[in-house]
T-cell receptor, first 116, second 117 residues
């Protein structure tokens, strides 16, 4: 079975400092991994996805994530936080299972606070 | 290209009533999935439809049902509403075809906020 664990429920950074949001995954298959962001009262927006191509994945708004199979991790980083980055972030794995469906399994989310 | 749209955006119902939520996917997308988001349980998968057929179902009671129409639009229905059904219901669409389904990007709508009193 597939699962994801987001290691921090809340992360606080100062504007202009680096962001690190941690995610570990468990998967019996070669995983497809995603990071989504949710701003207050909004739907989910895809930041980036990993689907077994390059292990370093670049996304929108300066975010990137590195797939590390040996550590079963897919941490999200950004060199310099902006106030507009304050939101909830979800690490997600696609449930490949025994059938080809699009079911997504979400982590519990990490709230990113950016202080001025 | 227009995004995923969901109607209505907000709903208030009382216990025992039923409710129908609607989702219009991105043009050309054939897969629609539904998720429930609550503070306690987070985001949980309800079901997925592809070409008018339910392809996968989450662990929810039979009061939760859905369908997909030939134009890929989807509806979900919750009967005999309970207080615990209060949640944000999110719909996502993707191209959805066959073996690529697990790697497809899913695009989410803004959600329907359901409050059960």
């Amino acid at each position: 079975a597939q699962s994801v664990t987001q290691l921090d429920s809340h992360v606080s950074v100062s504007e202009g400092t680096p962001v690190l949001l941690r995610c570990n995954y468990s998967s019996s298959y070669s995983p497809s991994l995603f990071w989504y962001v949710q701003h207050p009262n909004k739907g989910l927006q895809l930041l980036l996805k990993y689907t077994s191509a390059a292990t370093l994945v670049k996304g929108i708004n300066g975010f990137e994530a590195e797939f590390k199979k040996s550590e079963t991790s897919f941490h999200l980083t950004k060199p310099s936080a902006h106030m507009s980055d304050a939101a909830e972030y979800f690490c997600v794995v696609s449930d490949r299972g025994s059938s080809n469906t699009g079911k997504l399994i979400f982590g519990q989310g990490t709230t990113l606070q950016v202080k001025p | 290209k227009a995004g995923v749209t969901q109607t209505p955006r907000y709903l208030i119902k009382t216990r025992g009533q039923q409710v129908t939520l609607s989702c219009s996917p991105i043009s050309g997308h054939r897969s629609v999935s539904w998720y429930q988001q609550t503070p306690g349980q987070g985001l949980q998968f309800l079901f997925e439809y592809f070409s008018e057929t339910q392809r996968n179902k989450g662990n929810f009671p039979g009061r939760f049902s859905g369908r997909q129409f030939s134009n890929s639009r989807s509806e979900m229905n919750v009967s005999t509403l309970e207080l615990g059904d209060s949640a944000l219901y999110l719909c996502a669409s993707s191209r959805g075809g066959g073996a690529s389904a697990p790697t497809d990007t899913q695009y989410f709508g803004p959600g329907t906020r359901l409050t059960v009193l």
